[in-house]
């Protein structure tokens, strides 16, 4: 299921950088605690105004970053 629109970005939030919902926590943030080793049932517990669907918005959207052509130069 696509969770994009959990992504929201809001110059007059964070600076304008991706945000879940509207909230003042950053897709960065999340993605941190996941990179750091945190769970998703951790997060959940210490961020209680987030959803699972949060933390598959944040993942989809890192996917999506990441996915760009690479060019060689010769």
Same mark, same amino acid.
């Given at each position: 299921?696509?969770?994009?629109h959990r @992504?929201?970005?809001? &110059?007059? @939030?964070?600076?304008? %950088? &991706?945000?879940? %919902?509207?909230?003042? @926590? %950053?897709?960065?943030?999340? #993605?941190?605690?996941?990179?750091?080793?945190?769970? +998703?049932?951790?997060? #959940?517990?210490?961020? &209680?105004?987030?959803?699972?669907?949060? @933390?598959?918005?944040?993942?989809?959207?890192?996917?999506? +970053?990441?996915?760009? &052509?690479? #060019? %060689?130069?010769?």
């Amino acid at each position: 299921m696509n969770e994009s629109h959990r @992504i929201t970005v809001d &110059p007059e @939030i964070m600076g304008g %950088r &991706p945000c879940i %919902r509207g909230l003042r @926590i %950053r897709v960065k943030d999340v #993605l941190e605690l996941l990179a750091s080793g945190a769970t +998703q049932e951790e997060i #959940l517990a210490d961020y &209680p105004y987030l959803e699972a669907a949060d @933390i598959t918005a944040v993942l989809q959207f890192a996917a999506l +970053q990441s996915d760009h &052509p690479v #060019l %060689r130069a010769a």
